[in-house]
């Protein structure tokens, strides 16, 4: 399908009229409706609710603001697209002279409720990196009760910033973007890639993203005459829109949620946005499989993923290793385990389902009954990174890299920028393995030392080296790990340090300087130590 084939989707907004939008676009930008516009607007406690998705200090404040001239425009825009509540046509009409409530009404921004307007969308700003934008999207069910529509396209979600702030931002020529919902991936991978494929399941969520693009079409640095130069759309499952191609970089928060399958279920039974129809996860599994087959040499994906952990398991890991192909480098962080019942109440409150009772304890049980007949123990989120090996060895002997960890404590964001450079030294030591011993080494500039003892106690009990970026780790360090990192200024050599330290500690074995050049390596990988000059 075409680009254009998006721009007049049933209940989708429509993208038919560049100029409509370009109106809208600068009647939006005089309101100044930004993030720091309507935080502005709202004041510190009302807009900290509505980040919670708590509405009501919002709906105070902007039900007074309503009655000043200086800020009852925005108000009613703020109450409309991010509140949900119905405004009068006389309150919405001033924010709006260019693009008018015809006009409005065209976009499929508003509909009549009454003699009240009412959003048909969200419609709300999003920033990043200097960039700001106007993002549309189905409302939420804080917005507008009920349980969402089957086909709901969700807007930026906690999901969605995840994934963006875990992408490694390298210059490349093609992405794809599997599974786009609104577009939020998109607008992040068009800063540092030539060309970007967007896919997804739904005609209404390629609607969606169309219209964003096209009204951010300047801010993204697009040509709104020949956007397809920069962005492809296509409609389909999965990898099905483009085989037999292949990109540099995908990136994909997919439809991971682990949902019964259900006798005689339909299509249009599902969620769209996160159910990809698969029994279990085998949605996750099949990514694993396949992503390689798209990826250019050298090529990588980043994604979000739901695991299951089998009961009795060796570890969470077990079956990921499993999905993949032995040509594949793998590092995946879990930054979450939930049990059954904790994951089926946590999807079930997703789409409000909890909000009809019989719906609720049906889908629960149902939910118990499905992880039960796989002996589920548990279910795991997190962080995927996959890259098709090119000329760089990794860590295993079939020549891949392949690293599982589980850190369920707060990290630094965006990570992106730390997953790069720890791949960068992940790749140094797999081209200096013959030669390692004579690198030369420094403790990276956010590492920290503390060392533990009991009162009246010569040596301390207890030495921690901790990062005070990125992944935040810490690591327990033996006396003789602690004075290599002591001694880890650059002057001197893997061996020559370990040379030093064997004759101050009388250890002349070769066990000794093995054991600890593999432990150097280790803080090399977790980023405690690095190479001189990086």
Do not use: K, M
């Given at each position: 399908m075409?680009?254009?084939?998006?721009?007049?989707?049933?209940?989708a907004?429509a993208?038919?009229d560049?100029?409509l939008?370009?109106?809208l676009a600068?009647d939006?930008?005089a309101?100044?409706?930004?993030?720091d516009?309507?935080a502005?607007?709202?004041g510190d406690?009302?807009?900290?609710?509505?980040?919670?998705?708590?509405?009501v200090p919002?709906?105070?404040?902007?039900a007074?603001l309503?009655?000043d001239?200086?800020?009852?425009?925005?108000?009613?825009?703020?109450?409309c697209w991010l509140?949900g509540?119905t405004?009068?046509?006389?309150?919405?009409a001033?924010?709006?002279?260019?693009?008018g409530l015809d006009?409005?009404?065209a976009?499929?921004l508003v509909?009549h409720d009454?003699?009240a307007?009412?959003?048909?969308v969200?419609?709300r700003p999003?920033?990043?990196?200097?960039?700001?934008l106007w993002v549309?999207?189905d409302?939420g069910?804080h917005?507008r009760?009920?349980?969402l529509?089957r086909?709901h396209?969700?807007g930026?979600?906690?999901a969605s910033?995840?994934?963006a702030?875990?992408?490694i931002r390298?210059e490349?020529?093609r992405?794809?973007?599997?599974?786009t919902?609104?577009?939020i991936?998109?607008?992040h991978?068009?800063?540092?890639?030539?060309?970007?494929t967007a896919?997804d399941?739904?005609?209404?969520?390629l609607?969606f993203?169309r219209?964003?693009?096209?009204?951010?079409?300047g801010?993204?640095g697009?040509d709104?005459?020949d956007?397809a130069?920069r962005?492809?759309l296509?409609l389909?499952?999965l990898?099905e829109?483009?085989?037999g191609?292949?990109?540099?970089?995908?990136?994909?928060?997919?439809?991971?949620?682990?949902?019964?399958?259900?006798?005689?279920?339909?299509?249009?039974?599902q969620?769209t946005?996160?159910?990809?129809g698969l029994?279990?996860?085998d949605?996750?599994?099949s990514l694993f499989r396949t992503?390689?087959s798209v990826l250019?040499?050298?090529?990588?994906?980043?994604?979000?993923?739901?695991?299951?952990i089998?009961d009795?398991?060796?570890n969470?890991?077990a079956?990921?290793?499993?999905?993949?192909?032995p040509?594949?480098?793998?590092w995946?962080?879990?930054?979450?385990?939930?049990s059954?019942?904790q994951?089926?109440e946590?999807w079930?409150?997703?789409?409000s389902?909890n909000?009809?009772?019989a719906?609720?304890?049906?889908?629960y049980?149902?939910?118990l009954?499905?992880?039960?007949?796989?002996a589920?123990?548990?279910?795991g989120f997190?962080m995927v990174?996959l890259?098709?090996?090119?000329a760089v060895?990794?860590?295993?002997?079939n020549?891949?890299?392949?690293?599982?960890?589980?850190i369920?404590?707060?990290?630094e964001?965006p990570?992106g920028?730390?997953l790069?450079?720890?791949?960068?030294r992940?790749?140094w030591?797999?081209?200096?393995i013959a030669?390692?011993g004579?690198?030369h080494?420094?403790?990276a500039?956010d590492?920290?030392?503390?060392r533990?003892?009991r009162?009246?106690?010569?040596?301390?009990?207890?030495i921690?080296?901790?990062?005070?970026a990125?992944?935040r780790r810490t690591?327990l360090m033996?006396?003789?790990?602690?004075?290599?990192?002591?001694?880890?200024d650059?002057?001197?050599g893997?061996?020559q340090?370990?040379?030093a330290?064997?004759?101050?500690?009388d250890?002349p074995e070769?066990?000794?300087a093995?054991?600890?050049s593999e432990?150097?390596r280790n803080?090399?990988?977790?980023g405690f130590l690095v190479?001189?000059g990086?």
């Open positions: 075409d680009f254009a084939d998006f721009s007049d989707v049933p209940d907004p993208s038919t560049p100029r939008l370009v109106d600068a939006l930008t309101l100044d409706y930004s993030v516009g309507v502005a607007l709202l406690q009302a807009w900290a609710a509505f980040d919670r998705d708590q509405l919002a709906v105070l404040t902007t007074r309503l009655e001239p200086a800020h009852s425009r925005l108000a009613a825009v703020v109450r509140l509540r405004v009068a046509p006389e309150q919405l001033p924010a709006f002279p260019r693009t006009g409005l009404a976009l499929g509909e009454g003699g307007l009412r959003a048909a969200d419609l999003y920033a990043f990196g200097g960039t700001e549309a999207s409302l069910a917005q009760p009920g349980v529509r086909d396209v969700l930026i979600g906690q910033l995840t994934l702030q875990l992408t390298t490349v020529e992405a794809l973007d599997l599974g919902g609104c577009g991936q998109v607008f991978l068009l800063g540092h890639c030539r060309h970007v896919t399941i739904s005609d209404r969520a609607a993203t219209f964003n693009l096209v009204l951010n079409a801010a993204l697009l709104p005459d956007l130069a962005v492809s296509r389909g499952s990898l829109p483009v085989a191609e292949r990109f540099d970089l995908v990136v994909s928060n997919p439809p991971f949620v682990i949902t019964p399958r259900l006798p005689a279920e339909r299509a249009d039974e969620f946005y996160r159910d990809g029994p279990g996860d949605i996750v599994g992503l390689p250019a040499d050298g090529g990588a994906a980043q994604l979000l993923g739901n695991w299951e089998p009795g398991a060796v969470w890991h079956r990921l290793e499993q999905w993949l192909t040509d594949t480098d793998a995946v962080i879990q930054r979450e385990q939930l059954p019942a994951y089926a946590t079930l409150r997703d789409a389902e909000r009809d009772p719906l609720f304890a049906s889908a049980a149902a939910y009954e499905d992880f039960e007949s796989r589920v123990e548990a279910i997190g990174w890259r098709r090996s090119a060895p990794g860590a295993t002997a020549g891949t890299l392949r690293r599982f960890e589980e369920t404590y707060p990290i964001q990570i920028p730390h790069a450079a720890a791949l960068d992940s790749d030591l797999a081209t200096h030669d390692f004579g690198q080494l420094q403790v500039e590492v920290t030392e503390e533990h003892q009162p009246g106690a010569e040596h301390p009990g207890v921690l080296l901790r990062q005070g990125g992944l690591n033996s006396t003789e790990l602690a004075g290599f990192v002591s001694a880890s650059g002057e001197l893997v061996d340090i370990i040379g330290l064997a004759a101050l500690l250890r070769p066990d000794f093995r054991q600890l432990e150097v803080l090399v990988a977790d190479p001189t990086q």
